[in-house]
């Protein structure tokens, strides 16, 4: 069974830009959850989407948006990207049963802003 | 507010010593607690899961356990190949979807 995929898996854009990320999830599989890794901070959760719905959202200011498609495929857009955006974006698939579930990570993007 | 302490911060171990890793934890209701292994530029390779004080889990050489208040990765007779960071986790308990994470320990292991 194929784990979980990301692309691109390295991206270079400068302050101002804005950048789409993309995630799929553990095939069959409709959880998807985000999160932004960086040297200061760690694993930091971003948002979490279930059947095209958003259902949780990490502390993260407005310009990080994400969204589902039917087909459980995931994308997480950052908007008027900064320097501190710099940093290792994470996606994981929720698998299991509830209560007992557990987050499976893909190899992640990339992201330099210059 | 719901925390995760992993210590030490980085280890450094000669091939074929053993020691442990520590992760403390603060949550209102733990509903489980799982191990990460990190490479370097990768994703978080899932090792374990403890869901009550006083499980075990064993893998290869390492083994997690869990009381109610911390969790220890014990590393036995490690090979350079162990070298990675080690992340703990703890799901938020008003959110079970979002992981809260320590910071990590970053293990080497020298021949």
């Known amino acids: 069974k194929a784990g979980v995929t990301q692309t691109p898996r390295y991206l270079i854009k400068t302050r101002g830009q804005q950048v789409t990320l993309s995630c799929s999830p553990i095939?069959?599989?409709?959880?998807v959850s985000w999160y932004q890794q960086t040297p200061g901070q760690g694993l930091q959760f971003l948002f979490e989407?279930?059947?095209?719905?958003?259902?949780n959202k990490g502390n993260f200011p407005g310009r990080f948006s994400g969204r589902q498609f039917s087909n459980s495929r995931s994308e997480m857009n950052v908007s008027t990207l900064e320097l501190g955006d710099s940093a290792l974006y994470l996606c994981?698939?929720?698998?299991?049963?509830?209560?007992?579930?557990?987050?499976?990570f893909g190899p992640g993007t990339r992201l330099l802003v210059l | 507010e719901d925390q995760v302490t992993q210590s030490p911060e980085a280890l450094r171990l000669q091939e074929g010593e053993s020691s442990s890793l520590n992760c403390s934890y603060t949550?209102?209701?733990?509903?489980?607690l799982f191990w990460y292994r990190q490479d370097p530029g990768k994703g978080p390779e899932f090792l374990f899961t403890?869901?009550?004080a006083g499980e075990e889990k064993e893998k290869e050489r390492l083994k997690a356990t869990l009381t109610k208040k911390e969790s220890f990765l014990h590393i036995t007779a490690p090979k350079p190949e162990d070298s990675a960071t080690y992340l703990c986790?703890?799901?938020?308990?008003?959110?079970?979807?979002?992981?809260?994470f320590g910071t990590g320990t970053r293990l080497q292991v020298f021949p």
């Open positions: 095939s069959g599989h409709r959880s």
């Open positions: 989407y279930f059947s095209e719905t958003q259902r």
């Open positions: 986790a703890v799901p938020s308990y008003y959110n079970t979807d979002k992981l809260i």
């Open positions: 949550v209102s209701g733990l509903r489980g």
């Open positions: 994981a698939s929720r698998v299991g049963t509830s209560g007992k579930e557990t987050q499976y």
């Open positions: 403890l869901y009550s």
